[in-house]
């Protein structure tokens, strides 16, 4: 499993407050990881547990920090919750549903701020372990980077997402933030897609 370097910036930074909440989180998602219902197939589990959450299907795990006007987020999901599969794509119609999921991620547009905020997408970078050369029949996820920039960061206040049309196997999603030193955690799912910062 391979983390960009904005990916493993974001975990340092929040690894780094270490406050209760955060902590807190972490150890129900590890908790979550060692006990779990994982909806695997298969017997044999190899515990890659990945630095922003645990590769449950049907979950993802979003992390945002906004430093100034600048935005980092990182997002990251099991194969399975995006194209319905975690094996390497055999098919011409796997492989076109592959590289139709990362067009959609390098768009950016499953995600949006509220308008007063004035966040336009930077950079945007979507991977996959679906395409490396070793995939294996194991636990393969989704990643996607971005940056923005934002005009006027002070009226962040919310964050909507569309993902959860998009792509009806994933059921919720844990978001963690930190908009200049102040964190927060929520989840979201169909029902409840604006995360507010507030």
Known sequence: MKLSLVASLLVCSLMALNTPAVAQEQSAAEHKHDHAEHKHEHDEHDD?????????????????????????????????????????????????????????FNQGEW?????????????????TDLTELQANEGHADFYAN??????RPARLTELQLRIFELLPALEHMDIQWIINGQQGASQAALSSSTVRFQ
Do not use: R, W
Request: charged share 15%; glycine share 4%.
């Open 48 to 104: 890659d547990v990945v630095a922003l959450g645990a590769h449950v299907h049907g979950h993802a795990v979003l992390t945002l920090v906004l430093e100034g006007n600048e935005m980092q987020l990182a997002f990251q999901s099991a194969a399975q919750s995006i194209v319905g599969f975690e094996h390497k794509p055999s098919t011409a119609e796997q492989k076109q549903e592959v590289a139709a999921a990362i067009e959609v």
């Open 111 to 127: 995600f949006s701020f509220n308008n007063d905020a004035n966040c336009e997408l930077a950079m945007a970078e979507a991977s």
């Open 146 to 151: 971005y940056q923005l920039l934002c005009q």
